[in-house]
């Protein structure tokens, strides 16, 4: 009864203590805007027909992630069907809406049960196509830091908290000890009980793990990798971009704002928090108010552009996934 009951504890601190924050932080967006003009401004301002158009980019997205992730799969021996990398793919953001970061692990359970691949082996491959993503991310910032010096200049004035929390976390040597602290400790532990049967367990999961790391140097065709992580991230750009033209206060803005805007949401993403809630609208809102729109057009922006795509999108198509899998192997 204890265990189930610490179990339960640990499921709902992992789902709801996330959305809570997530949930704190929005309340204090809300606060800070004239609401009451928000909503005039979406209900008068809006071409909704143009944020529709939006939506097929998003999809395309997935779609290209579902193929990449089968490059990385068939090295491993394994020849999954596409539909069910897929179906799994579009039920992995329906997952991480309710449970923040256990999409991933959804949709490995998925195409081990489906497709009998080993679980430990797609968490490998996952955890590359989620390092491929942190890349593109990290190297779009840069390019949109090296042209915009004087807006992310202004960005961190206007937010001096923001770059106080950068620079003492990087310039702290304790950061780098603590660091170096826990992988002497984890390297200890293993070589003092490597004949323990938990740590063998432990060392024979994260072989597998690594069996799936390693696919990426074993593709025959690593330039189709380059190519699908490359078509992902344009689709998912242009996914975000062409909403601006469905605002009179952002269509004029240009792509090298949406680029600083994509890029300053897509780091809120990475916050373990259900959709990115409260976390994207924040990044989102400061990125266009550093191009001079005023709290509430940003705060308009930034509240219909998550409603419609992050959340009712994503919800949807993540329920098709989850839904489609089970009726397209019901025979397995």
């Keep these: 009864m204890r265990k189930k009951f610490k179990s339960g504890l640990v499921k709902f601190s992992k789902t709801f203590i996330p959305l809570a924050f997530g949930l704190v932080v929005l309340w204090f967006i809300i606060k800070a805007l004239d609401f009451e003009q928000v909503i005039l401004t ?194 998912y750009f242009l996914y975000f971009y062409i909403c601006f033209y469905a605002f009179p206060f952002t269509e004029n803005l240009g792509w090298n704002c949406g680029l600083i805007a994509f890029g300053m949401g897509s780091i809120a993403m990475g916050v373990p928090v259900q959709g990115g809630v409260g976390a994207w609208q924040f990044m989102t809102i400061a990125a266009l108010i550093g191009f001079g729109l005023s709290k509430d057009d940003a705060g308009a922006f930034a509240f219909c552009i998550w409603t419609i795509q992050s959340l009712l999108f994503t919800a949807l198509f993540g329920l098709f996934g989850i839904m489609a899998l089970p009726i397209a192997n019901r025979k397995k």
């Design 42 to 235: 979406l209900k008068r301002d809006v071409n909704y027909w143009i944020i529709a158009l939006s939506l097929p980019f998003g999809l395309f997205g997935q779609i290209a992630r579902a193929i990449r992730w089968d490059l990385l799969i068939r090295p491993l021996g394994y020849n999954p069907k596409k539909s069910n990398l897929i179906y799994s793919v579009l039920g992995n953001y329906g997952v991480n809406l309710a449970f923040p970061r256990l999409g991933e692990v959804w949709r490995c359970t998925m195409i081990n049960r489906y497709e009998k691949v080993p679980f430990t082996k797609l968490i490998g491959t996952v955890i590359i196509d989620r390092i491929s993503d942190t890349i593109i991310v990290a190297l779009i910032v840069i390019a949109a830091f090296i042209m915009n010096v004087p807006y992310f200049r202004s960005f961190f004035a206007q937010h001096p908290q923001t770059y106080a929390g950068f620079y003492n976390i990087l310039s702290s040597v304790w950061f780098y000890v603590g660091i170096a602290g826990i992988g002497i400790a984890i390297w200890f532990i293993f070589r003092r009980f490597k004949e323990r049967s938990g740590i063998k367990k432990i060392n024979r999961f994260l072989f597998d793990i690594w069996e799936g790391i390693r696919t990426i140097g074993r593709m025959k065709d690593s330039w189709l990798f380059v190519l699908y992580t490359l078509l992902i991230w344009l689709s």
